[in-house]
């Protein structure tokens, strides 16, 4: 991902440090440290990183045992870090256009869609135990995803657009990948795909814009 990014190779505070997989029950000692600074947005401390990526592997895969195994993988670490940057940068430009807040309803059935995807209230309890999850910070967690939903909505989505001819250029370049299937039959799929595609590219040029003559500093 293209940024305006300094990379510094020293640590501020402390490191993170989490315990193996063997002992299921304990908790990970995490000493606080900065990861990233926004210019005009604050910063990214280790304890909100490890929080939500605990909280994104779950929504990405259900509950499961190894999440402390992609919380170990640098690479799922940066790239959720990568991820918070722009939700923050995103929650800020959401914040100038005053986009209306999300009522309590809304923010409750995202918890309850969370809370289902673990097999019980004891996994539930004790995962917002290992991770220093709280109540509040899963309903901050929550409201801020609706509102970044929303602000992606406004401003990403009326960007997109795909036209007939788009489909039928996309349909005769890749004709032998459809197995004789017909491009009328095709069509839906194709723009599907290529909606995704334009979304994801919007997407990136519209972050872009938002990190201009804005320093971030990573410090992971």
Request: glycine content about 6%.
């Given at each position: 991902m293209m940024r305006n990014k300094r990379i510094l190779s020293f640590l501020i505070f402390a490191a993170v440090s989490c315990t193996g997989l063997a002992d299921a029950s304990a908790k990970p000692?995490?000493?606080?440290?900065?990861?990233?600074?926004?210019?005009?947005?604050?910063?990214?401390?280790?304890?909100?990183?490890v929080q939500y990526a605990a909280v994104r592997s779950v929504f990405e895969s259900g509950y499961h045992k190894s999440v402390q195994e992609q919380l170990n993988d640098r690479q799922f670490m940066k790239s959720t870090l990568d991820m918070l940057i722009d939700r923050t940068l995103m929650l800020k430009d959401a914040q100038l256009l005053s986009i209306i807040q999300p009522g309590k309803e809304k923010v409750n059935n995202m918890v309850a869609q969370f809370r289902a995807k673990f097999n019980s209230e004891n996994d539930f309890n004790d995962y917002l135990k290992r991770y220093a999850i709280t109540p509040d910070y899963l309903n901050k967690y929550m409201t801020d995803e609706l509102i970044v939903r929303q602000y992606l909505n406004d401003e990403i989505k009326m960007l997109v657009k795909v036209?007939?001819?788009?489909?039928?250029?996309?349909?005769?370049?890749?004709?032998?990948?459809?197995?004789?299937?017909?491009?009328?039959?095709?069509?839906?799929?194709?723009?599907?795909?290529?909606?995704?595609?334009?979304?994801?590219?919007?997407?990136?040029?519209?972050?872009?814009?938002?990190?201009?003559?804005?320093?971030?500093v990573i410090m992971y």
């Open positions: 000692v995490i000493l606080d440290r900065i990861v990233a600074s926004i210019q005009g947005a604050g910063v990214i401390t280790d304890v909100q990183l036209s007939n001819h788009d489909i039928e250029q996309y349909y005769e370049n890749n004709k032998d990948a459809y197995n004789g299937i017909n491009k009328k039959d095709a069509e839906k799929d194709i723009k599907a795909l290529l909606l995704k595609k334009e979304y994801g590219k919007q997407l990136k040029s519209w972050i872009k814009t938002l990190t201009l003559n804005r320093e971030i």
